[in-house]
């Protein structure tokens, strides 16, 4: 049986990469003594599938983890409060359900995510809220991305799907819904990175702090939470 996790990785946790956050979970489900299956072949390794990587130095309240178990008598809540009760801080499960069969693993249905970026406004000029509004609806919004052998410039403005700014006594807080997934990834970085050039800043990405809301999959033209699937 699998089950989908939906979880927080805050605070320090930030500065641990992917890899090391399978590892921790690995080393969790141990302590917790769930009855998790493992691939077959000369190195088995536990079947966990993170759906969306984040991007080291960002947080998240809304990352996801499917973990396939052996048949087991044991409760949704159950499992929750045990690997709540063996995760370090920062990390902490807030929903968890058993899958159908017929549902695809997170890493294949991922087709949105949702970010909040807080940028401090010491640098900014008393324009920028005007100026964001402009670059977001820009017809057009090309970049430069980079490949191993050459770059490209590349149009963006249908990957970003919705965005909205507010602000707090610190911060402008810009708010983004961009396409994610094997198919169509766009990194919130990339996006700021362009806001900045527009603003005619320098961008430096320990600067802002990236925040990832949710993680969304594409159902009948909806943008729905992995949670909800």
Do not use: C
């Not at 499960?93 to 695809?104: A, D, G, S, T």
């Not at 057009?140 to 590349?154: D, F, H």
């Amino acid at each position: 049986m699998k089950v989908r996790i939906k979880f927080t990785k805050e605070g320090n946790l930030k500065f641990i990469g992917h890899l090391d956050l399978l590892r921790l979970f690995q080393r969790s489900i141990k302590k917790a003594e769930l009855p998790v299956e493992y691939s077959k072949g000369f190195n088995p390794h536990q079947l966990l599938f993170i759906a969306l990587p984040l991007s080291l130095g960002t947080t998240s309240e809304g990352e996801y983890i499917d973990i396939e178990l052996k048949d087991f008598p044991i409760s949704e809540l159950e499992i929750k409060d045990r690997l709540n009760s063996v995760f370090p801080q920062g990390l902490k499960v807030k929903e968890l359900k058993f899958l159908k069969e017929n549902i695809k693993n997170g890493m294949a249905a991922v087709d949105g995510a949702e970010y909040d970026i807080y940028i401090s406004k010491e640098k900014l000029s008393d324009h920028f809220y005007q100026k964001t509004k402009e670059f977001f609806e820009q017809k057009e919004i090309w970049v430069e991305k980079r490949g191993k052998k050459e770059s490209k410039k590349i149009n963006i403005k249908d990957k970003i799907f919705d965005y909205s700014i507010r602000e707090n006594k610190d911060s402008w807080i810009i708010n983004l819904l961009l396409s994610a997934g094997s198919k169509d990834n766009l990194k919130a970085e990339i996006v700021i990175k362009a806001l900045y050039e527009y603003n005619l800043l320098d961008f430096k990405e320990y600067e802002i702090d990236i925040h990832r809301i949710d993680i969304f999959s594409r159902i009948d033209n909806q943008l729905i939470p992995l949670s909800n699937i």
